[in-house]
């Protein structure tokens, strides 16, 4: 299985702090890297697909880079409605797996 | 516009078998290129998916549960079914359906762009 690591598990941020994530998997996955945003008692909502595609919706304040095994999901100028746990999916082959979630938190 | 309901028992027993059922709305589960898959999230835990099915009837089971998962597709209602045997207390979870959408030779490697809103699911005796 590929394992996905992400960093921090947790940070806190200011309202205008820009946020980096990191992912990083445990092999080769090319740029099949997936970004989600959870909110409390909510499903999860995609934001950034094959490691930089923006999903339709998205602020473009959200934005997401890297290949093979790394990976950053960058957030620019953070707003109130950005704090929130963020989790990578490496969809490269099954069993689909998910990094462990980073909660972003108020400072 | 798509959406995707699950639905089944809040509460089961340990050794029971859960069934949940996902409804997608707005998209038929047998359009090419469609696969609707189960992922569980454990209280305050990270997400794992658990199972897959294509719009041919093509399935995918993480190894860790497949001995105790069925995913099955009901094309007649537009319904994906999940069915987990031997219940136990590390299962309670809420359960989401979640779609992947593609063409037919890059649905495999799409994300999961529309999701369900979760059932929780509770095991005890």
């Known amino acids: 299985d590929i394992q996905l690591t992400q960093s921090p598990s947790s940070l806190s941020a200011s309202v205008g702090d820009r946020v980096t994530i990191t992912c990083r998997a445990s092999?080769?996955?090319?740029?099949?890297l997936n970004w989600y945003q959870q909110k409390p008692g909510k499903a999860p909502q995609l934001l950034v697909y094959?490691?930089?595609s923006l999903q339709s919706g998205v602020p473009s304040r959200f934005s997401g880079s890297g290949f093979d095994t790394d990976f950053t999901l960058t957030i620019n100028s953070l707003q109130p409605e950005d704090f929130a746990t963020y989790y990578c999916?490496?969809?490269?082959?099954?069993?689909?797996?998910f990094g462990g979630g980073t909660k972003v938190e108020i400072q | 516009h798509i959406t995707l309901k699950e639905s089944g028992p809040t509460l089961v027993k340990p050794t029971q078998t859960l069934t949940l059922t996902c409804t997608l709305s707005?998209?038929?589960?047998?359009?090419?290129?469609?696969?609707v898959a189960w992922i569980r999230q454990p209280p305050g835990k990270a997400l794992e998916w658990l199972a897959l099915?294509?719009?041919?009837?093509?399935?995918r089971y993480n190894p860790s549960l497949k001995t105790r998962l069925t995913i099955t597709m009901d094309t007649s209602k537009n319904q994906v079914v999940l069915i987990v045997t031997n219940m136990d207390p590390v299962d309670t979870a809420t359960y989401y359906c979640?779609?992947?959408?593609?063409?037919?030779?890059?649905?495999?490697?799409?994300?999961?762009?529309?999701w369900g809103q979760g059932t929780p699911v509770s095991v005890s005796s």
């Open positions: 099915v294509y719009w041919d009837d093509d399935k």
């Open positions: 999916q490496q969809s490269y082959s099954p069993p689909l797996t």
């Open positions: 094959t490691a930089s």
């Open positions: 979640a779609l992947r959408r593609g063409s037919s030779s890059d649905v495999g490697t799409s994300p999961f762009g529309d």
């Open positions: 092999q080769y996955i090319s740029s099949y």
């Open positions: 707005g998209l038929s589960v047998s359009t090419s290129g469609v696969g």
